[in-house]
């Protein structure tokens, strides 16, 4: 169910008025992304090790609610399963996934709504979402699942992992959706420049113009906000794909109006307290993957959780702010190996 119509009480004045207001040209001018993209930007080899745009495997797809799931499916063992976030899909693990086949069966779907897979009509809200990830592992019939995941796909894969505890094994994440980096208590508490951009947003109509109309989780948020390096050509038409049309960047819209702040929405909240609850209670092992200056999980979030959080590892893989699995693949890659050899 596409929502585009903005609200009568929302006039275009008004949305012209936020979207003019600085917010996001006072995000994208933030000391912390300025320097991330200053370091390294439009290195596509570092370490000598090539960032390929290429995504060299084929889908599979499996019917799920419906509607139809598209994943990686490769090599073979114990199943390493990596779920993406917003606006992403299997694509943003291309060059990680072959880290683990050799002795694993990497599995990467793309969430419903994005990438190739289905788009139902749906409101695409966590809950849902949540339930068409349920019908694929189950649909699959994964065990001794180990998580990879990231943004979205943390709160997913979290969430997974605390309601069935006898399928997941161990888990890696990065730039997750957990406390105490999320809830939020307000807008205000997000800082002046997130907190002014979540606002426009979830505001009527000014976030249907900025995303189902300019598309901006693609355009502006990947390639300006999260990666430090600038995304070739390939790897930007790989990540426009999904998204052609203003219904089609629907589930992009829904996903930042998701994000608990103040309390709102009531079920992405409690579900992402309750992931807190479980990630420092949980005793399987546990490897995060951090940067500087982060955007999800700064200093301070991944000092609280090496703190916290019982049988963790961390590995810090440079600058960087969102998507680490754009700038630094195989240092991740690599350290994902090591650690599964370990466990």
Known sequence: MLKTKTQKSQSGLSRRSLL????????????????????????????GLAISGDFPFSKKTISVEGSDIAYVDEGEGQPVLFLHGNPTSSYLWRNIIPYVTGGYRAIAPDLIGMGDSGKPDISYTFEEHARYLDGFVKALGLKDIILVIHDWGSALGMRYARLNTDKVTAMAFMEAIVPPGLPAPSYEAMGPQIGELFKAL?????????????????????????????????????????????ESRLPTLQWPREVPIAGLPEHATAEVIRNGEWLLSSEIPKLLFYAEPGALMPKRVVDYLTAKVKNLETRFVGAGTHFLQEDHPHLIGQGLADWLRRI
């Open 202 to 246: 979830r505001t009527p109509g000014v976030g249907e113009e900025m995303v189902l109309q300019g598309n901006f989780f693609v355009e502006k948020l990947l390639p300006e906000m999260g990666v430090m390096r600038g995304l070739t050509e390939v790897e930007m038409a790989a990540y426009r794909a999904p998204y052609p049309t203003p």
């Open 20 to 47: 003019k207001s600085g917010a996001v040209a006072a995000v994208l001018a933030t000391p912390g992304v300025a320097a991330a993209q200053t370091v390294g930007a439009n290195e596509t080899s570092p370490y």
